[in-house]
Nanobody, 117 residues
Framework: QVQLVESGGGLVQAGGSLRLSCAGP????????MGWNRQAPGKQRELVAS???????NYADSVKGRFTISRDNAKNTMYLHMNSLKPEDTAVYYC???????????WGQGTQVTVSS
């Protein structure tokens, strides 16, 4: 069973920064696109950012210019650097891997990010 493990969530004031990390097996990191998704209470799940094995990234409009996704395939780790955080960024953030056309196949357990105003 593939395990993706997120870390780095927490409580931060608006305008602050956090870095999320996602660790997993090399079999996943070497060949698959990966992403960060988030879900806030009462809201639909949102794809925040995605990155190809080669490092090409895409972002949701809501986080462009503030968040940066990156991956270190040698360390089997993906990151999400979040700057200028806003209260509306409060959500559970999930690391995902292996896009299957309509959904991600692998999911982490999620890490809570709370931004206070």
């Amino acid at each position: 069973q593939v395990q993706l493990v997120e870390s780095g969530g927490g409580l931060v004031q608006a305008g602050g920064s956090l870095r999320l990390s996602c660790a997993g097996p090399g079999s996943i990191f070497s060949i698959n696109a990966m992403g960060w998704n988030r879900q806030a209470p009462g809201k639909q799940r949102e794809l925040v950012a995605s990155i190809t094995p080669g490092g090409s990234a895409n972002y949701a409009d809501s986080v462009k210019g503030r968040f940066t996704i990156s991956r270190d395939n040698a360390k089997n780790t993906m990151y999400l650097h979040m700057n200028s955080l806003k209260p509306e960024d409060t959500a559970v953030y999930y690391c995902t891997a292996d896009w299957r056309g309509t959904n991600w196949y692998y999911w982490g357990q999620g890490t809570q990010v709370t931004v206070s105003s």
